[in-house]
């Protein structure tokens, strides 16, 4: 990608993130973030990625953490003896509230507001990188992502990544019915995706899109789109009666994609 372009996408996600930081500074929520992190033993993480970095025996280890948010999983690592050093990330609302946390962890790590792909010179290699669930979906240039993370990293580190895929959003797991699709009423998200990509059949096939969309060719534009399949229609009564799309489909829209 462009230097040009990459700038003006990472700039976009920043202001977002920063319009949106002090929604996670209040509340509820945050009250009971701050009453864990004064607790011994602090963690955030679930039992999945737990599991994991039990299992990696992350010990002594110096971690760095990118798209660290308010830091509280990076603080979390030194729950399994990690030594949490670094968290990156472009808002520095986010980076505050980590500040506050750490204190309250008795941790002092070093917080970076830095766009990830024009790191200073400085920044240092750790023994542990870790990536979370909401990262790499912002990412507009996942090759040149991935370079800066090798470049984080000291000879013999682990690189753990945790992630998930918008397609899970589909479903609400505490509900009568899990594995049931998830619906919304807000028509807006019935939208056509479409792309021009030879690989589109190929990727769409991984998610099974004959349960829940079909592929339509469009003779006049030479590309491909994504529709809401009959499986929808049969499967619950829409919302009030309207004919929606479930809630995640427009998270398809995303990367290479565009909505028409």
């Known amino acids: 990608m462009e230097s040009r372009n990459l700038s003006k996408f990472t700039a976009a996600n920043k202001l977002t993130w920063e319009a949106s930081a002090h929604l996670h500074g209040e509340g509820k929520d945050w ?8 607790k011994p033993n602090f963690s955030t993480l679930d039992d999945c990625i737990s599991q994991t970095l039990k299992k990696l025996n992350i010990s002594g280890r110096s971690a760095v953490q990118i798209g660290c948010n308010n830091g509280r999983e990076l603080l979390s690592l030194a729950s399994f003896g990690a030594l949490p050093m670094l968290g990156i990330d472009q808002s520095p609302a986010f980076l505050a509230q980590g500040a506050h946390l750490s204190q309250l962890c008795g941790q002092s790590p070093r917080f970076l507001e830095a766009n990830i792909y024009d790191l200073p010179s400085d920044v240092g290699r750790y023994d542990l990188v870790f990536i979370t669930i909401g990262v790499l979906g912002w ?28 397609f899970l959003e589909m479903f609400e797991p505490e509900s009568a019915k899990p594995f049931e699709p998830h619906y919304t009423d807000i028509p807006q998200v019935a939208c056509r995706l479409t792309s021009r990509s030879p690989d589109f059949a190929r990727w769409a096939s991984v998610f099974r899109p004959e349960r829940c969309l079909s592929s339509r060719k469009r003779p006049k534009s030479g590309g491909s789109s994504l529709e809401p399949a009959a499986f929808w229609p049969g499967r619950a009564a829409f919302p009030r009666g309207r004919r929606t799309c479930p809630a995640a489909f427009v998270q398809l829209g995303h990367g290479s994609w565009s909505c028409a």
Request: hydrophobic residues 55%; aromatic residues 8%; charged residues 20%.
């Open 139 to 166: 990412m507009p240039d996942l090759s040149r992502f991935f370079e800066v993370v090798a470049g984080l990293m000291n000879s013999d580190a682990k690189l753990v990544i945790y992630e998930t895929h918008p």
């Open 31 to 38: 009250e009971a973030l701050v009453a864990d992190a004064a």
